[in-house]
């Protein structure tokens, strides 16, 4: 087998191993077995995975000895929904697999969120194991047990914190992304330096393009994001503190997602994030906190990376203040009627700001909308 | 306020205590109001229940202070679905409650399952308060924490383990039930004694009256099955081993309820368990496990309470051996082609046997539908 970098997950009982590297899904077979070794796997996809990579791991399975059926849903956010989280487990108990056996999470963000919350309500918890196919997935989704369906009111309002017992990242998956669908998953990344690594953002400033272009560059921006996610989830497991700072530039993000409609042909998760956290920047350098070279500099390191950084980007506009603080509001972050927001000091000096005044960012985004283009960066 | 029994769950963090006694919805508001002085509450409810008991519920509320507001279900088994989970997370999400608020379960046992599971998902884990209404609801499913939906493959396949922050269960709200409802939890009271505790069931067969009739001694019957209950939970919150034994007549039960198209009309859950009990001790019995008065012993009480204990009792019939057994190995208690049975040495003497062969169960079912009337009780 290959020598992946593997990164721990260290919570007691339920630890595991990321494992990060490039020809993993055809070992998947290999791997898994020695996690279970006559387990029954029910593989979970969306087609655009299954078309591109489902013969490559099962081939490895079969290789393996591994028995194994295979459940596939419709592409995109809009399969997590009710309907196809009912779907999904009424086809896993149709499969038969019992306690002992695994649940596969086979593709991006949506397949990982889904098939994991389906692997935490059937039987009451099964066990699951996830093969990240996006970049968004290996870096964020795939990690730290966060599972979970949409609400008619807003994203991941519905789940399980569920822990997968392995996590498979294969690098070299990522060279069938299109452009745009890699560029989101790398405002995750950048992210991991935004909120506590200064000397990885720099790095990221310095090696982006490698990043993209593949090889170990890929391999070590990934590791370095796995191992930022699985230290602050080890200290804070069910989000009660420190793990909020992931959500950096989420409830922004989030918002710009919910007016926009989830439609990805106007604005996918990581967009929506990129915008999210030169605002969140842009915030904290209003309120004070932090330079203004701060926003600045996050902006162009994002907009030179390919994302969008400004309101204005989104096609099709992003409603009004209004409409993006009601979906801000029915975001998971509301507390007492305060807002919880992540604002930073610097870069690398993200923090959570549990008291933040509803009318503060009203007025902000009300800025930020009526001249996008002369504020923005 | 009263002086209820108090029986404690010690699980750690998750610890939570259940009260018994008369008048308990009446002071639901001051007791709520102690565990969460400020919380926002959202009720939970079906029809019927809100019909009877919800105005003395709300008025507790509100001589406390305590928000809250109501989601109204069907009565019955058919809304323990995805579709109703579904209706109940967004009714959760659209009342605004937040992280530290309450959902509160108020109702019978379908109430429960399906409000806590509902309060596990909505934000990833809501707390909750049960207030069962049924006996079955007072001594079984509001305590332990299993929460979920039937799937149409089985019942109870989705779901979460989720414990409540507290139980009320007001022994005087049980007098509205019908008489077949409530010998129906009587059957899980009766369980308690059989599973390991001889000399209660004893107590049971010299006290049953009273326990149907109200007062101390049903206090007293609720409070021992909850003890008992708490303990085993407590013991094995997950069900990795001894809480398998509140399965005793479960297997047959359910496989009873799936032939019957769970159609409450011809059999409810604990009518399957009575016969289902009935049925374990006799296979122990055929096994050479326990001696053949056992079965008898344990046949005559339950009749007696007014129970059906014999398949022919099943209004309709109860299917074939073929379809019952495809019925049990849809179960959940099925693990690499063994099936697992809670059998019996003697009263009060109960085991999990993990080994039990498929065909042995086939065998045995064949002859009590094939000679009803002559093999049963």
């Known amino acids: 087998m290959s020598q992946p970098i593997v990164v721990p997950v260290a919570l007691g009982a339920r630890s595991y191993e990321i494992a990060i590297g490039p020809g993993l899904l055809a070992e998947a077979g290999q791997r898994i077995s020695a996690l279970a070794p006559k387990a029954r796997l029910a593989i979970v996809t969306d087609a655009n995975v299954a078309a591109l990579h489902l013969a490559t791991l099962t ?16 592409p995109g956010e809009a399969s997590k929904s009710f309907a196809t989280f009912a779907e999904v487990c009424e086809g896993l108990i149709a499969t038969r697999v019992e306690r002992g056996d695994l649940v ?17 309500a059937v039987r009451r918890g099964m066990r699951f194991v996830q093969i990240p196919t996006s970049l968004l997935a290996q870096v964020d989704s795939s990690v730290g047990g966060k599972t979970g369906i949409n609400s008619r009111h807003g994203k991941n309002l519905v789940g399980a914190f569920h822990q997968p017992s392995l996590v498979l990242a294969d690098t070299q998956v990522l060279d069938t992304l299109s452009r745009r669908e890699f560029r989101a998953g790398y405002a995750e990344v950048a992210k991991y330096g ?29 590791a370095t994001s796995c191992r930022s996610k699985a230290g602050i989830v080890a200290r804070d497991e069910t989000e009660t503190g420190e793990r909020a700072l992931l ?16 439609n990805s042909a106007r604005l996918v998760h990581g967009e929506g994030v990129s915008i999210g956290m030169v605002l969140a920047h842009e915030f904290s350098a209003r309120l004070g906190l932090c330079s203004q070279e701060t926003p600045s500099r996050v902006a162009a390191h994002l907009a030179t ?13 992003a409603g009004t203040a209004g409409e993006l603080m009601n ?51």
Do not use: C
């Open 59 to 74: 081939a490895s399975l079969d290789a393996a000895g591994l028995e194994h059926q295979t459940i596939t849903v419709a």
């Open 104 to 120: 596969v999470a086979f593709g991006g963000g949506v397949i990982g969120d889904l098939a994991g919350f389906a692997a935490a």
């Open 194 to 222: 935004l909120i506590n690594d200064a000397p990885f953002f720099h790095w990221l400033e310095n090696n982006w393009q490698d990043v993209m272009a593949g090889g170990p560059a890929r391999v070590e921006a990934i």
């Open 247 to 262: 959500n950096l530039g989420h409830t922004f993000g989030h918002a710009l997602e919910a007016v926009t409609g989830y």
């Open 305 to 317: 990376a390919g994302l969008p950084t400004r309101i204005d980007q989104v096609p099709g506009g």
């Open 327 to 377: 979906a801000i509001l029915q975001d998971k972050k509301v507390k007492r009627g305060k807002l919880t927001f992540i604002l930073t000091h610097g870069i690398g000096e993200s923090f959570i700001a549990n008291d933040v005044d509803p009318s503060a960012v009203t007025g902000f985004l009300e800025e930020k909308l009526a001249g996008a283009g002369k504020l923005g960066a």
